[in-house]
């Protein structure tokens, strides 16, 4: 059991370590460690959760509060690198959005096939012409088509 002494280290050891001054003290010693600003915050949470998880097994004898502090912010601080160094995250550039307009090549192209389209449709017999409009451009069936033309639905 403690006797109260020991109470009294460990009161005033508590009372030293949660203070503000060791709280930017911990920003500074993580940046002297190499961890970026951007994640000295979240590092540093986890400096104090390990220092809250393992208070129970402080002993003010061996040392000072400071010093068993530091030893564990340099501990969180060389598995945050060693976990960045096996870190597979792949960055990629934006993205570049395609524009949905046709570009100017597209719309001659376009207007081309469509042209050789209608050129060749003209020259097509009346009769054949009269079967490819009805049937690819208006829909109407060929069962409907061979009926109104008068031809067997095979020869359609």
Known sequence: MCQPRDEDERAAAYARLFCPTLLRAVLRWLGRLGVPLCHRG????????????????????????ERWLNAITVHVASRYHERAQRRREELVD?????????????????????????????????????????HDLNGVSMAKIAEDAGLPLSTL
Request: aromatic share 6%.
């Open 94 to 134: 934006l993205m570049e959005v395609l524009d949905p307009a046709p570009d100017a090549a597209a719309v001659m192209e376009c207007d081309n096939v469509r042209t050789s389209t209608i050129d060749a449709v003209n020259e097509l017999d009346p009769e054949l012409r009269l079967v490819l409009v009805a």
């Open 42 to 65: 979240d590092v540093a949470g986890q400096v104090w959760l390990n220092a809250w998880e393992s208070w129970p097994r402080f002993d003010p004898k061996r040392g000072k509060p």
